[in-house]
């Protein structure tokens, strides 16, 4: 019923500047109400890197990336934005697109999850 495929990942030199997207199946209520993208580094855990309930202006961002990465939603065609600038070699990961259910914590508790896309930063 859902589908969510990344794109836009890619690599880049420090300080430079990425846009993620996630493609999503056709939107129902019934589906999910937030949306989020999480990222994993080699050896490392899973971290959520910033949330949108949908609807919803109160967006959450990881502390590491406030100020420099946005997420949005395009509402038109289901799509799913991570822009990210200021780049670091430690925002190096693979990045994941998700959907779920948002909690009383404001972060989406995912269901579904997209394939991913690697980021590359080198300094």
């Known amino acids: 019923q859902v589908q969510l495929v990344e794109s836009g990942g890619g690599s880049v030199q420090a300080g430079g500047s990425l846009r993620l997207s996630c493609a999503a199946s056709r939107y129902t209520y019934s589906y999910y109400d937030c949306m989020a993208w999480f990222r994993q580094a080699p050896g490392k855990e899973r971290e959520g890197v910033a949330h949108l309930p949908i609807g919803f202006s109160r967006t959450s961002y990881a502390d590491s990336v406030k100020g420099r990465f946005t997420i949005s939603r395009d509402n038109a065609d289901n799509t799913l934005y991570l822009q990210m600038n200021s780049l670091n070699p430690e925002d190096t990961a693979t990045y994941y697109c998700?959907?779920?259910?948002?909690?009383?914590?404001?972060?989406?508790?995912?269901?579904?999850w997209g394939q991913g896309t690697q980021v590359t930063v080198s300094s």
């Open positions: 998700a959907a779920g259910w948002r909690n009383g914590d404001g972060l989406c508790n995912s269901k579904y």
